[in-house]
């Protein structure tokens, strides 16, 4: 069956902490894994997007890992910020954008 | 910088009642798409939408929904007769192409009410 699964479900941190966040994901075939950032209300927005082959991407303070023998990934949020405050969305592609699987995300809260 | 737009931002309806929910996608993109995230939910793959045809449809995307690009700007999702559970926020995005390593650009969301 094709999952995402992440963790934790949530998360609060203190401004200038570093965090990780996990995705493991079983989905096949497999193209790429996207991490988004989604602010309350609004609609998700992509991070990073990495393929297969690609073990670690960077986008400012976010950088994403991804070992596609063990179908995992992470996101790792540098000197956080209060304005990381959002959910981070894990999602998993096939070969094309209508075979996106979403994962439930990470409600990260930064507080000062 | 383009961006998806959607309209109205929040929608109550009553149960039983049409709505029809607007998206203005990104100019030169060819692909559209509906989603849904039930409140504390994952977000939903509804339908797909290209050359003015559904491409792909979820389970959820049943006989009360329907989609249409009436005048090659906007994007719409009728939900014909709406149940209590409809209560969502639907999202629009659009991209340049069906690949998946084409981003999809999201819109702002619907918030969708049924009472």
């Known amino acids: 069956k094709n999952q995402v699964e992440q963790s934790p479900q949530s998360l609060i941190i203190l401004e200038g902490k570093n965090c990780t966040l996990q995705c493991n994901y079983t989905v096949s075939p497999f193209s790429n894994l996207r991490w988004y950032k989604q602010d309350t209300g609004r609609g998700p927005v992509s991070l990073t997007i990495m393929t297969f082959s690609e073990n670690t991407k960077s986008n400012g303070r976010y950088t994403a890992t991804l070992d596609a023998d063990t179908k995992q990934s992470s996101l790792h949020i540098t000197a956080s910020q209060l304005s990381d405050s959002a959910s981070y969305i894990c999602?998993?592609?096939?070969?094309?954008?209508?075979?996106?699987?979403f994962g439930a995300g990470t409600r990260l809260t930064v507080k000062p | 910088e383009p961006e998806v737009t959607q309209t109205p931002s929040h929608q109550v309806t009553q149960m039983g009642q049409e709505v029809i929910l607007r998206c203005v996608p990104i100019?030169?993109?060819?692909?559209f798409y509906w989603y849904r995230q039930i409140l504390g939910q994952k977000v939903e793959f509804l339908v797909s939408f290209y050359n003015n045809e559904i491409s792909e449809k979820s389970e959820i995307f049943d006989d009360q929904f329907s989609v249409e690009r009436p005048d090659g700007s906007n994007f719409t999702l009728k939900i014909r007769s709406t149940k209590l559970e409809d209560s969502a926020m639907y999202f629009c995005?659009?991209?340049?192409?069906?690949?998946?390593?084409?981003?999809?650009?999201f819109g702002p969301g619907t918030r969708l009410t049924v009472l």
């Open positions: 100019s030169n993109h060819l692909y």
């Open positions: 999602v998993v592609s096939g070969y094309n954008n209508n075979d996106m699987r």
């Open positions: 995005a659009s991209s340049e192409g069906v690949l998946s390593y084409n981003e999809q650009f």
